[in-house]
């Protein structure tokens, strides 16, 4: 009988939180979904900047390129 008190403590203290870990997940997935979306906002930010770049780089290019032809 006392094993079974024993059995029924340790499964009610693994489980005592179970809300916490129903809600974890969803907060988990939360945290992923900012982090995603933080890392492509950064990726998109930088292929911004490098098309910016390259477009003048293109354009300066041109121009030299202009210049000599006079």
Do not use: C, H
């Not at 059995?7 to 907060?27: F, M, Q």
């Not at 906002?41 to 292929?47: D, G, H, P, T």
């Amino acid at each position: 009988m006392e094993e079974l008190r024993l059995r029924i403590g340790t499964l009610e203290n693994k489980y005592k939180d179970w809300s916490k870990v129903l809600i974890e997940p969803a907060t988990m997935n939360d945290a992923r979904v900012f982090a995603l979306e933080s890392r492509m906002e950064k990726e998109e930010e930088v292929r911004i900047y490098e098309y910016d770049f390259i477009k003048d780089l293109i354009k300066k290019l041109v121009y030299s390129l202009e210049q000599l032809s006079i």
